[in-house]
């Protein structure tokens, strides 16, 4: 007897800039290598179909800024809700339909801003969730890119953070959040704050993060 396939959406668009289908295509193979068969959308409005969404067990979204209607938001997160998991990097869903508060209440975050360019950092992964299974074995690690401050619900369940040091805006260092999960209803949410551009994803535990974020969200 066969394992049932699960079943994967990708859906990718709005702003450029992060590049949504050539980093999401980053994850394409592994998510089919992990028995998932994989409909990509370049569309929201796949949102809007509750018979399609109610059997799918993992939304992956890469959709940075934009706008979504009340249907679209709704629908999603009716899906999540009742089972379906949702999950994602960086701009691609904490920098998403920033005027839909419902939206921000399903991720458990917000893109608020980050300094210029890219920087260096140290993503630290916290002490007493070791044993989650998205960072189980792993060390804290360093990354060259975007680094996110970001307003998070206290619900969250923080896995890593990064600290921003005391500057002009803030007296002390922030110590601040970059991958979470959550719960919302019946449905799992992965997000990790970490990766504007493919190569970040060259770093072992960023890609390591982001594939077992996914799983873990998954129904």
């Given at each position: ?36 068969t ?162 970040d ?13 996914l799983?873990?969200a998954?129904?």
């Amino acid at each position: 007897m066969t394992e049932p396939i699960r079943k994967a959406l990708v859906v990718r668009g709005g702003w450029e800039g992060h590049s949504p289908v050539e980093i999401t295509g980053l994850f394409l193979p592994f998510l089919k290598d992990q028995g998932y068969t994989v409909e990509v959308s370049d569309s929201l409005e796949v949102y809007t179909d509750a018979e399609l969404l109610a059997g799918t067990d993992l939304v992956v979204q890469c959709w940075t800024m934009g706008e979504i209607t009340r249907e679209q938001s709704q629908g999603l997160a009716a899906a999540v809700r009742g089972g379906t998991g949702f999950a994602g990097w960086h701009g691609g869903i904490i920098d998403s339909f920033r005027a839909d508060v419902d939206y921000t209440r399903l991720t458990g975050g917000q893109f608020l801003m980050h300094p210029a360019g890219f920087v260096d950092y140290t993503v630290n992964l916290v002490p007493g969730r070791s044993d989650h299974p998205v960072t189980a074995g792993l060390a804290d690690f360093a990354v060259h890119t975007e680094h996110y401050w970001v307003a998070t619900d206290a619900a969250n369940d923080v896995l890593a953070t990064s600290v921003f040091p005391a500057g002009d805006d803030h007296a002390q260092d922030v110590v601040m959040p970059q991958v979470w999960t959550r719960t919302f209803g019946a449905g799992r949410v992965f997000v990790s704050a970490i990766g504007h551009k493919a190569d970040d994803f060259d770093v072992p535990e960023v890609r390591a993060i982001t594939e077992r974020g996914l799983l873990w969200a998954s129904r």
